[in-house]
């Protein structure tokens, strides 16, 4: 926590861009931190996209003490909820307030709105992601129709390195030869 703290605001912005795209996602910085930008100080979209693509707002909020990330913040990246925006992401160097959780997650805020704080950046430092933790605003199953549950698949557990040697083992598999032979 403490290095994390001693982190200006525009480094904890960099710092959570390349987690962002160590994550996968191609991520675009909004400018300055003191710079008024409508809450968003970053972008990000996959970089793969083979169904499409999505973007993703984040705001980056950065305290040098123990001072949580309260309701405001939710309410400027809430703001977005129903624009070309297809989900917010509100990062903290520390904690939520319990307001600021509860509005996240009041009258289906959840499905746009991703708070992740200190606890998260931990996983992320160490490379970990598509844990529990990461899924925990999706539901375990969603009712179709009266009487037609299906479950939500979840995504296996990996590392970002156990997936870019996975990608590397699957990219080396031999082709088989166009050469014809006399």
């Known amino acids: 926590p403490t290095r994390l703290r001693s982190l200006s605001p525009d480094q904890f912005e960099r710092f959570t861009a390349e987690r962002l795209d160590r994550m996968g996602y191609n991520v675009t910085l909004t400018g300055a ?39 405001d913040a939710v309410d400027r990246l809430l703001a977005w909820k129903d624009s070309v925006l297809r ?10 307030t319990n307001d600021a959780v509860w509005k996240a997650h009041k009258d289906g805020n959840a499905h746009f709105l991703r708070l992740r704080d200190f606890t ?23 009712e179709l129709a009266p009487g037609v549950v299906i479950e939500i698949p979840r995504p296996r557990i990996t590392s970002v390195f156990q997936d870019q040697r996975a990608l590397r083992d699957a990219s080396e598999v031999k082709k ?4 014809r032979t006399p």
């Open 176 to 179: 088989p030869s166009t050469k």
């Open 120 to 142: 998260d950046l931990k996983r992320w430092l160490q490379d970990q992601y598509g844990s529990e933790e990461d899924w925990r605003e999706i539901p375990d199953r969603i």
């Open 33 to 71: 931190t003191n710079r008024k930008d409508g809450g968003i100080d970053l972008i990000a979209v996959p970089k793969l996209a083979s169904l499409g693509s999505y973007v993703i707002a984040g705001q980056v909020k950065h305290h040098r003490g123990v001072q949580s990330t309260g309701v």
């Open 87 to 96: 989900a917010g992401l509100l990062v903290t160097n520390t904690s939520f």
